[in-house]
């Protein structure tokens, strides 16, 4: 059975993948260089930041180190930040369903400990989690399996024991690299057809890991 429950951040728990397209666009065009929403899904989606201003500044040519790359676009975020980051449907719900189960709350997110804490916690949803993972944390990031073999580490629990939720294709890949089973909730890009045998189930919304679990649950008692 399933006790313990991995969340990545960004396009799953909290709705901030079309600011960080904006943010990718905005960079770009300030040297006059074009960034698509298709370029953005196909190689950016789930990646750490570091890997995609590496990816940005080699693919368009930009003038930037990648450090000053990722300064200029924390500055911009921060914009964005103040105005605050909704959570996804059925986010509040979901953790408030796993915590009075008892189950272990996971965050397993390529964003910086210092962002996503701060995010969690204007959205008040920062004590649900028991442990927290970030790209900082591991040397490789999605779509190796690092940092969610990491968060079965924090967590003391092995991979099937886990589930991992997930938006992109890259956190798929890693999760199915890790041994972990898991569910995707997708985002901005529906994952492509080779992805599909490493999902255990794609569903429409958080809310819906309720039922799917449910489900489990009681096909587990009914053995």
């Not at 728990?13 to 370029?39: K, M, P, R, T, W």
């Not at 990648?66 to 964005?80: C, P």
């Amino acid at each position: 059975m399933k006790n313990t429950v991995i969340f990545d951040l960004d396009g799953l728990l909290i709705d901030s993948e079309v600011i960080f397209y904006q943010l990718y666009h905005d960079l770009a065009a300030g040297f006059n260089q074009s960034f698509s929403v298709e370029e953005y899904t196909h190689g950016y989606c789930g990646k750490t930041e570091r890997d995609n201003m590496r990816r940005l500044i080699m693919t368009h040519h930009l003038p930037v180190s990648v450090d000053e790359g990722l300064i200029l676009m924390a500055l911009r975020e921060k914009e964005y930040l103040k105005k605050g980051i909704s959570l996804k449907y059925g986010a509040r719900e979901l953790l408030s369903y796993l915590k009075r189960r008892q189950y272990k709350i996971v965050l397993a997110s390529s964003s910086s400990r210092e962002r996503a804490v701060s995010i969690l916690s204007r959205n008040g949803i920062g004590d649900f989690f028991d442990h927290m993972v970030f790209g900082t944390d591991v040397e490789r990031g999605k779509p190796y399996p690092d940092i969610f073999s990491k968060a079965c580490e924090y967590a003391d629990e092995l991979p099937e024991s886990c589930l991992v939720l997930e938006d992109s294709e890259a956190g798929i890949q890693a999760a199915f690299a890790a041994g972990i089973e898991v569910i995707c909730i997708p985002d901005m890009k529906v994952p492509g057809r080779e992805f599909w045998k490493m999902e255990t189930a794609e569903l429409s919304s958080l809310e819906d890991v309720i039922f799917w679990l449910e489900k489990l649950q009681a096909e587990g008692a009914a053995m």
